[in-house]
């Protein structure tokens, strides 16, 4: 099962 | 103030359709080099990145930066009404309410104008930095549409492996697998139908095929897509403009 990594976790401010 | 003609209304058009879908309201930032966008999409796991540079124009000036705070889909709906080639200028004034679109149709005395309504839009700018990606490979973009859309009848995943060799794009779902391996070659003749690895590390990523359904729209902007990868960070789609770019970061589906 795949989870969806949201881009939060790697640009700042997103 | 800002004046901007595009040779051919179809750029304009096509970069509009390719976002629309991604991000409804977006800031069209205008400067003197030319017209930036940067925006995510509602669920913050796609963020939209273009850049129209001023040497697209066949005349372009902006004595300032300009925000135009735009409607997406508003803005597509005015944009349609011009003709593939007509001359499209974009006109604004120093603090804009508005934007005026004036379409010339080169074979008639014709001029079309719209205005569209801005708005006031509220979005960070996002600083990414350039970073050292695993792969980065080229390939027609539209057997990239392709293969996106084949394997999104199967899985709401695909899975993108990428050797020094090969490319394998996997879906697995419910009625079945597929699978589409590209090897790297060049095509002296059709420079547009190479297809090239660069290899740093081999990468195994998984993406969501309904962002990737979206990402893909951009694909009439470009013969080419360059699609940069590293493991477990976003994968970087762009497609190239004559002058600029359109490019999608896709934060990447891990494994639970």
């Known amino acids: 099962n795949f989870r969806q990594q949201s881009l939060a976790s790697f640009f700042s401010g997103a | 103030m800002l004046e901007g003609k595009f040779e051919e209304a179809s750029l304009l058009k096509k970069v509009v359709e390719s976002i629309k879908d991604s991000v409804q309201l977006c800031n069209f930032v205008c400067s003197e080099h030319g017209i930036t966008v940067q925006a995510v999409d509602d669920s913050r796991v796609l963020l939209v990145s273009l850049l129209i540079g001023n040497e697209v124009f066949s005349d372009y000036r902006c004595d300032r930066n300009i925000t135009l705070g735009v409607d997406l889909k508003s803005f597509a709906k005015i944009i349609r009404c011009g003709g593939n080639d007509d001359y499209l200028t974009l006109i604004a004034e120093d603090s804009p309410d508005s934007v005026t679109l004036?379409?010339?149709?080169?074979?008639?005395?014709?001029?079309?104008?719209?205005?569209?309504?801005?708005?006031?839009?509220?979005?960070?700018?996002?600083?990414?930095?350039?970073?050292?990606?695993?792969?980065?490979?080229?390939?027609?973009?539209?057997?990239?549409?392709?293969?996106?859309?084949?394997?999104?009848?199967?899985?709401?995943?695909?899975?993108?492996?990428?050797?020094?060799?090969?490319?394998?794009?996997?879906?697995?779902?419910?009625?079945?697998?597929?699978?589409?391996?590209?090897?790297?070659?060049?095509?002296?003749?059709?420079?547009?139908?190479?297809?090239?690895?660069?290899?740093?590390?081999?990468?195994?990523?998984?993406?969501?095929?309904?962002?990737?359904?979206?990402?893909?729209?951009?694909?009439?902007?470009?013969?080419?897509?360059?699609?940069?990868?590293?493991?477990?960070?976003?994968?970087?789609?762009?497609?190239?403009?004559?002058?600029?770019?359109?490019?999608?970061?896709?934060?990447?589906?891990?494994?639970?």
């Open chain 2, 102 to 256: 004036v379409f010339e149709d080169k074979n008639s005395d014709r001029i079309s104008e719209y205005s569209l309504k801005l708005m006031e839009i509220d979005n960070e700018f996002l600083k990414i930095d350039d970073m050292d990606y695993d792969s980065v490979i080229k390939m027609p973009s539209i057997d990239f549409q392709k293969i996106c859309r084949d394997l999104s009848t199967l899985s709401e995943s695909l899975q993108i492996l990428i050797t020094k060799d090969s490319i394998k794009f996997m879906a697995e779902g419910e009625t079945g697998n597929g699978s589409v391996i590209l090897k790297p070659r060049t095509d002296i003749d059709k420079p547009e139908q190479s297809i090239t690895v660069k290899l740093n590390n081999a990468v195994n990523s998984t993406f969501g095929l309904k962002y990737i359904a979206d990402i893909v729209k951009g694909t009439s902007l470009s013969n080419q897509i360059v699609i940069k990868i590293s493991n477990r960070t976003p994968a970087l789609f762009e497609y190239k403009l004559q002058s600029g770019y359109l490019r999608f970061y896709l934060a990447p589906k891990f494994e639970d």
